[in-house]
T-cell receptor, first 112, second 114 residues
Framework: TQLLEQSPQFLSIQEGENLTVYCNSS?????LQWYRQEPGEGPVLLVT?????EVKKLKRLTFQFGDARKDSSLHITAAQPGDTGLYLC????????????FGAGTILRVKS | ETGVTQTPRHLVMGMTNKKSLKCEQH?????MYWYKQSAKKPLELMFV???????ENNSVPSRFSPECPNSSHLFLHLHTLQPEDSALYLC?????????????FGEGSRLTVL
């Protein structure tokens, strides 16, 4: 089993729909990051959350960090084809010397 | 050039070949990383260099040999690889000491081992 679970693994939706991607762990994060990776590119940081219960917004993207700092979600409103890509969450784990661990990612495809 | 650049972008090699991947960062960061990305699997951290000193080696087979001659350059030397080593190899850099520090990735080198 992976330390950090992402769900769903794959999501295919129509333009204009809303979606939520989840990132869960049984261990506590000192901080958590969300990255997006487009085909042929490396991952690019979208946001870092540090405080339990924190909510950050980036245009149509809303990121939430769980109160216990063990989970996070990414919600996209009115998805567009440009949102297509691999979404990765990555957490710094206090009990592992603040090591950064990545989830397997969620592949999002938005059809026009 | 800005950011993190990797060369080559694509590499096909036989199991008996010797090749190298190159990474260069222009961000003034003090740490550099090699990650392996395979389909449907989490990014696997292979090596970390901090101030040109290797600080992490995650049980990577000896057929992968990293080299960090200075804080801006990182190499991954490859020899006698196996087909299961085919993957996207990502280089990243960061500034250590920052809470929740951001990783800056290159575009990756797509490796195919025949």
């Amino acid at each position: 089993t992976q330390l950090l679970e992402q769900s769903p693994q794959f999501l295919s939706i129509q333009e204009g729909e809303n979606l939520t991607v989840y990132c869960n762990s049984s261990s506590v994060f000192s901080s958590l990051q969300w990255y997006r990776q487009e085909p042929g590119e490396g991952p690019v940081l979208l946001v870092t959350v540090v405080t339990g219960g924190e909510v950050k917004k980036l245009k149509r993207l809303t990121f939430q960090f769980g109160d216990a700092r063990k989970d996070s979600s990414l919600h996209i409103t009115a998805a567009q084809p440009g949102d297509t890509g691999l979404y990765l969450c990555a957490g710094h784990y206090m009990e592992y010397g603040n090591k950064l661990v990545f989830g397997a990612g969620t592949i999002l495809r938005v059809k026009s | 050039e800005t950011g993190v650049t990797q060369t080559p972008r694509h590499l096909v090699m036989g199991m008996t070949n010797k090749k190298s991947l190159k990474c260069e960062q222009h961000l003034g960061h003090n740490a550099m990383y090699w990650y392996k990305q395979s389909a449907k699997k989490p990014l696997e951290l292979m090596f970390v260099y901090s101030l040109e000193e290797r600080v992490e080696n995650n049980s990577v087979p000896s057929r992968f040999s990293p080299e960090c001659p200075n804080s801006s350059h990182l190499f991954l030397h490859l020899h006698t690889l196996q087909p299961e080593d085919s993957a996207l190899y990502l280089c990243a850099s960061s500034q250590l000491g920052l809470v929740g520090g951001e990783l800056f990735f290159g575009e990756g080198s797509r490796l195919t081992v025949l």
